[in-house]
C-alpha cells in the first residue's frame, strides 16, 4: 500500500468512508435480500448505505468454552450519510462452523448505538468448545468480512497443546504492521496485546507514515478518530480476523507513563479522569471486550482470567489503573527514599487479592501473567557510577515485586511464565527470588515481546541490551528488532518462538525466525534451542 494511502486512511473510514480490498468477504448482498434475511431498520426507515459500514473489520475476543465476543464498528461516516447518525443500527451476526457460511450454528441481532460510535459487541454462547468458528455482520445489506475465532477447550480437559502469539507497541507513524500481517498468518489459538495499540500522540513529520492529529489526544473525539486510523490499517485487520484476541492497555491508550489518577502532562486530576474516561470508553468501543469491561466513568474493569482447560490459565493484568505514581519523579534514575516506600503499589490491593487467591486456587499446568511492564530487575549504572532503576517498570516498585516473586515461588501454582511488552525489544529472563542474589531460586520465567513498528526497524544489539546482558546474569536474552513471540504450550514444555520483522519502515518486509527458547515444566528458567 502506498504511503499516499496511509496518510489518508482516517478521511477514508471516519470521514468518508470507503470500500477497501477485504480479506474475504461473505455471501453477497443480494443473495441475503433474497433469503430475507437483511435486518430491519430504525424508526421505521430503511437503512441503506452508499459507503461500506465495515471499512474497519470485524475483530473477537475473551473466548470462554462455550462462546466468544463479536465486534464490529459501524463506519461514522457510512452511518451519518445513511441518516441514522444519531439513531441505533441493528446489526444482524452470524456464527458458522464453516467459512461459506453452509452451516450456521448461532446467529441474532444487536444493537449499534451512537453513543459508543455504532460499535457492537456481541457476546455469544453456547458454542462447543476448543472449536474453530468463522462469523460476520449484516447490515444494511452490506455483509462485513469474514472473522475466524475458537472457543476455549472444556474446563476438565487436558489440551495436548494451545498455541498463541503476544505482541504489542503498534506505533503508527514509526513503521508498517507487516508484523501484524504475518502474524495472521500463524495458526494460532489466541492473540494476547499487551498494550499501547495507538499512541495517543500529535502527527509528526518525517516518519514512515502520517497519522490524523495535530494535537494530542484529550477527547472522545480525538480518540476515536486514532483508533480509526490504526483500524484502517489491513494489516490489523487481517490479524484481527484470524484469531480471537485478549487485549490489555499500557499507557499510550491514555496518556505516556500515566499512573492511576497521575498523567505525565499537566493536567489537574478531575482532567485527566475526564480524559482517562474518553480514552477508556473508545479503547472499550474499538476492542471485542465483554460488557463487564464496558467502562463506567474513568473506571474499567480490565483484569481477567482464561482457562485453557487444565493445561493453561492466563492472568490478564492491568499495570496502570491503580498502580501508585512513580516514585523519584519518574525517571531513570538513582533511588529516593519514596522508592522503597512499603504500601507502593503496581496492582492495586483489589487486583493484588485476585491474582495470588487465583495462583493459589490455579489447577493449571502453566499460569501466565499477561502484563505489560519489565518484571525481572535490571541492574544498571549512570555515568557518575550510581545505580539507576527505570521507575515506570516494575524496577520502581520494587517492595510489591518481591511480594509477586514470593507467590509465585510459594502459591502452588505450576509453572508461572509472565509475558511483558512495554520495551520495544525482546528479552527472555529468569524471575529470581532475589535479584540481589544471582544464586538464587528462579521462581519462573519471563518472555518480553518487542513491539510490532514502535521504534521503527531497530538493530539486533544495542548499547543498552549490551549493559543489561553483561550486568545480569538473569537475562538470557536480548534483540532490539521488531516482530512477536509464538506461545506452544504442552503438558510437558512451553515453547517461545521470537518472530522478527527486521524492516517496518518500508512495508511488505520478511519474517524470520529469530530464536526459540524452551521451559521444561517443572523447572523455571528458558534454554535456547
Ligand atoms: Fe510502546
Given amino acids: 500500500m502506498s504511503k499516499t494511502v496511509d496518510a489518508h486512511w482516517y478521511d477514508l473510514f471516519e470521514r468518508r468512508g470507503s470500500r477497501r480490498d477485504f480479506l474475504r468477504v461473505g455471501a453477497s448482498a443480494a443473495g441475503l435480500v433474497a433469503l430475507g434475511a437483511l435486518p430491519g431498520c430504525a424508526g421505521g426507515r430503511a437503512l441503506r448505505f452508499t459507503t461500506y ?12 468454552p462455550d462462546g466468544v465476543v463479536l465486534w464490529a464498528r459501524l463506519a461514522v461516516m457510512s452511518v451519518r450519510e445513511a441518516g441514522f447518525g444519531t439513531d441505533p443500527v441493528q446489526v444482524r451476526w452470524e456464527v458458522s462452523e464453516d467459512d461459506r457460511f453452509s452451516r450456521i450454528v448461532r446467529s441474532g441481532s444487536a444493537e449499534g448505538r451512537p453513543e459508543l460510535g455504532h460499535s457492537v459487541h456481541v457476546e455469544v454462547e453456547g458454542l462447543r468448545p476448543g472449536r474453530e468458528y468463522f462469523y460476520r455482520m449484516i447490515a444494511g445489506g452490506e455483509v462485513s468480512p469474514v472473522g475466524r475465532t475458537k472457543t476455549t477447550p472444556d474446563p476438565m480437559s487436558e489440551p495436548d497443546r494451545i498455541d498463541f502469539a503476544f505482541l504489542s507497541c503498534q506505533h503508527f507513524e514509526q513503521g508498517y504492521h507487516t508484523g501484524l500481517r504475518h502474524l495472521s498468518e500463524e495458526s494460532l489459538d489466541l492473540i494476547v496485546h499487551l498494550g499501547d495499540y495507538i499512541y495517543e500522540g500529535a502527527a509528526a ?37 484470524a484469531a480471537p484476541w485478549v487485549v490489555s492497555p499500557d499507557d499510550h491508550e491514555v496518556d505516556n507513563n500515566w499512573a492511576g489518577v497521575h498523567p505525565e502532562d499537566d493536567q489537574s486530576p478531575e482532567a485527566f479522569l475526564l480524559r482517562r474516561a474518553a480514552a477508556f470508553q473508545a479503547y472499550y468501543e474499538f476492542m471485542p471486550l465483554r460488557r463487564s469491561s464496558m467502562p463506567v466513568g474513568p473506571d474499567m474493569q480490565i483484569y481477567r482470567r482464561l482457562g485453557f482447560g487444565r493445561l493453561l490459565d492466563i492472568n490478564v493484568l492491568d499495570t496502570r489503573q491503580y498502580r501508585s505514581d512513580q516514585p523519584c519523579e519518574d525517571t531513570v534514575g538513582p533511588t529516593c527514599a519514596q522508592h522503597v516506600e ?3 503499589t503496581l496492582l492495586g490491593a483489589s487486583q493484588r487479592a485476585w491474582l495470588f487467591d487465583g495462583l493459589g486456587e490455579s489447577r493449571a499446568q502453566w499460569n501466565a501473567l499477561a502484563q505489560q511492564v519489565l518484571v525481572a530487575h535490571l541492574r544498571g549504572r549512570n555515568r557518575e557510577g550510581d545505580e539507576i532503576w527505570s521507575m515506570d517498570k516494575w524496577d520502581g516498585y520494587p517492595v510489591e515485586r518481591e511480594a509477586v516473586l514470593d507467590v509465585l515461588g510459594d502459591s502452588g501454582a505450576a509453572n508461572p511464565v509472565v509475558l511483558t511488552g512495554d520495551i520495544h525489544s525482546s528479552w527472555v529472563t529468569r524471575l529470581l527470588r532475589d535479584f540481589d542474589d544471582e544464586r538464587s531460586e528462579a521462581v519462573g520465567t519471563e518472555f518480553v515481546c518487542t513491539s510490532i513498528s514502535s521504534g521503527g526497524d531497530g538493530q539486533a544489539m544495542t548499547a543498552w541490551g549490551e549493559d543489561a546482558v553483561r550486568e545480569n546474569a538473569h537475562v538470557d536474552f536480548y534483540d532490539g528488532r521488531r516482530g512477536y513471540v509464538v506461545a506452544s504450550v504442552t503438558p510437558e514444555r512451553w515453547t517461545s518462538t521470537y518472530r522478527v520483522v527486521p524492516v517496518v519502515e518500508e512495508p511488505n518486509g520478511p519474517v524470520e525466525t529469530l530464536a526459540r527458547f524452551v521451559v521444561e515444566s517443572g523447572r523455571a528458567g528458558a534454554e535456547r534451542l
Fill in 53 to 64: 459500514p465495515f471499512a474497519l473489520g470485524v475483530a473477537s475476543g475473551d473466548p470462554t
Fill in 342 to 344: 512499603p504500601g507502593r
Fill in 205 to 241: 513529520e518525517g516518519r514512515p507514515r502520517r497519522h490524523e492529529g495535530t494535537e494530542e489526544c484529550l477527547t472522545l473525539e480525538q480518540y476515536r478518530a486514532r483508533y480509526a486510523t490504526y483500524r484502517g490499517d489491513v494489516n490489523l485487520q487481517a490479524a484481527h480476523a
